[in-house]
């Protein structure tokens, strides 16, 4: 497996509160998205990494910010939680070449009450 | 903007039957293709992937699926099911114009006895 970790694995916050999560990654690849799955939705990309500090939106970035300081990390962050917020978040990894995959991690569920 | 479709979100085949996965692309530049698995509480796993070269192309598990240009598909098939093939099957399209991987809707595979 590549390694790829996410924390938390589950998460249960309040509608209203602000929540990070952490996708960690000891590859060194410069692409890293986060996703999140819906059932009837697939996998939606939030948002993604191409380098350090160099972000962009993807198709459902509402309500999400995210952040790379440095390789290794990319975090999400819902600024304020909603209940339309919860999900299963999956962050993915590629090589700088197009022509290679998505490495995923093992998937966030984040539950708003 | 390149999109992904995949037709059926549920495919049941008995078990030593074809499976045939429908994908359709759309990507204004030459894609990169890619099908994916994805088992219960798991994250994705890469199944095989079309970049350039042979339209055929195999993957893990007695999986192939076939690039028609013409026909903007990618549709994955298994000349027999087995039941550990039960799981949720996601089509990806990826360009060299943004480096952003989108997914299909996903078709979860029953496999009947």
């Known amino acids: 497996d590549a390694g790829i970790t996410q924390s938390p694995r589950h998460k249960v916050t309040e509608t209203g509160t602000p929540v990070t999560l952490r996708c960690h990654q000891t590859?060194?690849?410069?692409?890293m998205y986060w996703y999140r799955q819906d059932p009837g939705h697939g996998l939606r990309l939030i948002h993604y990494s191409y380098g350090v500090k160099d972000t962009d939106k993807g198709e459902v970035s509402d309500g999400y910010s995210v952040s790379r300081s440095k390789t290794e990390d990319f975090l999400l962050t819902l600024e304020s939680a909603t209940s339309s917020q919860t999900s299963v978040y999956f962050c993915?990894?590629?090589?700088?070449?197009?022509?290679?995959?998505?490495?995923f991690g093992q998937g966030t569920r984040l539950t708003v009450v | 903007a390149q999109s992904v479709t995949q037709l059926g979100s549920h495919v049941s085949v008995s078990e030593g039957a074809l499976v045939l996965l429908r994908c359709n692309y759309s990507?204004?530049?030459?894609?990169?293709l890619f099908w994916y698995v994805q088992y219960p509480n798991q994250g994705l796993q890469l199944l095989l992937k079309y970049t350039t070269g042979a339209t055929l192309v195999k993957g893990i598990n007695g999986f192939e699926a076939e690039f028609k240009k013409s026909e903007t598909s990618f549709h994955l098939t298994k000349p027999s099911a087995h039941m550990s093939d039960a799981a949720e099957y996601f089509c990806a399209v990826r360009s060299n114009r943004d480096d952003k991987i989108i997914f299909g809707k996903g078709t979860r595979l029953h496999i009947l006895p």
């Open positions: 590859e060194n690849h410069r692409y």
């Open positions: 990507s204004s530049v030459p894609p990169y």
């Open positions: 993915a990894i590629s090589e700088e070449t197009v022509n290679t995959e998505a490495f």
